[in-house]
């Protein structure tokens, strides 16, 4: 399933690049191109799901410039999560822009270990080191406290965390289940 989905999202990809990106494509081009292009296998799977059909129709609707625009970012996500997988992570580090660090992927195992369903991010004064609080489960010291930041907000855009904030406007991290299955994976 996984597999089909991305085959189809660099399928798009191709077919959008081999045009002006103002030019507006119909889902019948895209079909037609995938014929002439010996993918009638994927042609017939788009043409026998609806939500498919009508899900690639929406994304060319947009106009090409704007498919590009989101299937480098899928492309990109599934780089970083595939960076940390076995067998894969050379190709995927050949094409990510970045990578979820030790520091990031250590955080998330722990919050998997311990069932934790939030982090506070400590205001201790005097302390170089990044603190968090999880809850439940033991407090943490990032490693790396100066990239911290950055890993947050990586984890964040990759859907791995949630942020919300407190009754006193601080920042509550919450684990989500794309990381408990990205945690699960590496195991």
Not at 118 to 135: A, K, M, T, Y
Request: aromatic residues 8%.
């Amino acid at each position: 399933m996984i597999a089909e989905f991305a085959t189809i999202v660099g399928l798009l990809s191709a077919f959008s690049s081999g045009r002006q990106a103002s030019e507006q494509a119909a889902v019948s081009d895209f079909l037609a191109w995938l014929t002439e292009h010996n993918h009638e296998e994927i042609r017939a799977s788009i043409e026998s799901n609806h939500a498919t059909t009508v899900s690639i129709k929406a994304l060319l609707n947009k106009g090409l410039d704007d498919v590009h625009k989101k299937l480098d970012d899928i492309s990109n996500r599934i780089a970083i999560l595939a960076s940390r997988s076995n067998g894969v992570e050379e190709l995927a580090l050949a094409y990510a822009k970045e990578s979820i660090s030790e520091q990031a992927l250590e955080l998330l195992a722990l919050m998997e270990e311990h069932h934790t369903e939030f982090f506070l991010l400590s205001n201790e004064l005097g302390s170089r080191d990044q603190r968090l609080v999880l809850s439940p489960g033991p407090n943490y010291i990032c490693k790396e406290s100066r990239f911290f930041r950055d890993d947050l907000a990586l984890m964040v855009g990759l859907g791995l965390l949630v942020q919300n904030y407190n009754s006193k406007g601080n920042p509550i991290y919450f684990y989500t289940r794309a990381a408990s299955k990205l945690v699960g994976s590496m195991s």
